[in-house]
């Protein structure tokens, strides 16, 4: 008998989209993670597609614009099949260092327009507050998101980065289908307020980085080996004492993947998965990759279940990981989470 290897279709958030369990992640088919090689990720976003992924993920910031218009022409031959996310808030400038957050009602109009235009589709699916600014108030930023579902433009909305009171504040504005923030092995701030808000207000959580940027599958032991351009090369706990205090960590995520016969990068999505029981809420990690065998052995890992013994084993991991997710955390939501 011939394995299923289609993954499971789940709703995000009350009365939401319906998409794969598992979703892709295309920012580093544009940059941040070195060279790519744009026929092979052309081949990764139709391999997760007849993999049943649906919820591809990208945001005006990724490229400045060019990612979305990379993935425009994969949106455009299947637009009815899938799920498209994008993003707003991140504003860069011809400064390569710079970046901005933008939540006021001018520039979210603005953004969506050119998301609309380079992603050359007429609705965004899912439309996120990519970064909170605590000095514009919910009710002006997500009362303008909630315009733009009233016009047509945006379906549902998203928040990234935001704490448990806030994403409670802005479902009180306008109904929130997911919550788009950090979560793996490697990063569980998330567990302090935002992962009990949205079980309570049924939002969906949709976990990005869920293999620590690439970490956690041992790809990488130290930020040195990356190729120059890497921005994981300047993110603390990939560096120095830091990196080699880390990787330590991984010995029982391989013990586990031995056990199962699995890769690391299997194992670590599987806990990822496993949120949802423990947790009460529908999980949707958005694991990025260029490549269709990282994209097959990725959507592998819905089909793994690990033990109480073996979650036991992995549970003291984060708190025991050194160093910071970025080298500014004001950017997250662990920065107000009290």
């Known amino acids: 008998m011939t ?19 598992q979703g892709l992640g295309c ?3 544009s940059e941040f993670y070195g060279d790519t090689d744009e026929a092979l990720a052309r081949e990764t976003l139709e391999a997760a597609l007849a993999a049943g992924v649906t919820l591809f993920d990208t945001a005006d910031v990724y490229g400045r614009g060019q990612n979305e218009e990379f993935i425009a022409p994969f949106v455009a031959a299947h637009r009815d099949e899938i799920t498209l996310a994008t993003k707003f808030a991140i504003e860069r400038s011809d400064d390569p260092r710079y970046r901005g957050i933008r939540n006021d009602r001018a520039y979210i109009r603005e953004s969506v ?14 439309y996120y507050m990519h970064r909170r600014d605590p000095a514009v108030p919910f009710a002006e930023s997500v009362g303008a998101m909630a315009e733009l579902v009233q016009e047509g433009k945006v379906r549902y909305l998203g928040l990234s980065e935001v ?18 923030s950090e979560w793996s092995l490697f990063s569980r701030d998330v567990e302090r307020s935002a992962v009990g808000a949205a079980a309570e207000l049924g939002v969906a959580f949709v976990p990005y980085s869920p293999l620590g ?3 956690l599958t041992g790809a990488f032991t130290d930020a040195a080996e990356l190729s120059e351009g890497d921005f994981r090369a300047f993110q603390p706990r990939f560096t120095g004492d830091n990196a080699k205090a880390n990787a330590e960590l991984l010995a029982p995520v391989r013990e586990i993947a ?12 599987a806990w990822v998965h496993q949120q949802a029981q423990v947790h009460g809420l529908t999980v949707v ?12 052995e990725n959507t592998a890992a819905t089909r793994i279940t690990l033990t109480q013994a073996e979650l036991a084993l992995l549970e003291p991991i984060a708190s025991r990981v050194a160093g910071d997710r970025y ?12």
Not at 113 to 126: A, Q, Y
Not at 164 to 176: C, D
Not at 285 to 296: D, E, F, Q
Not at 327 to 338: E, I, K
Request: proline share 8%; hydrophobic share 35%.
């Open 3 to 21: 394995q299923n290897t289609t993954i499971e279709q789940v709703e995000l958030g009350k009365g939401g989209p319906r998409a794969g369990i």
């Open 27 to 29: 920012m580093g088919m």
């Open 113 to 126: 327009e050119n998301s609309l235009r380079r992603l050359g589709t007429e609705v965004i699916d899912l």
């Open 163 to 180: 704490t448990g009171a806030e994403l409670k504040e802005a479902y009180a504005v306008h109904p929130i289908a997911a919550l788009q």
């Open 213 to 215: 940027r690439g970490f």
């Open 258 to 269: 031995q056990t199962h016969g699995a890769t690391p990068a299997q194992i670590a999505l």
């Open 285 to 296: 990690p958005i694991p990025g990759t260029r490549k269709p065998s990282r994209l097959a």
């Open 327 to 338: 080298p500014d955390m004001t950017w997250t939501s662990a920065a107000r989470d009290s």
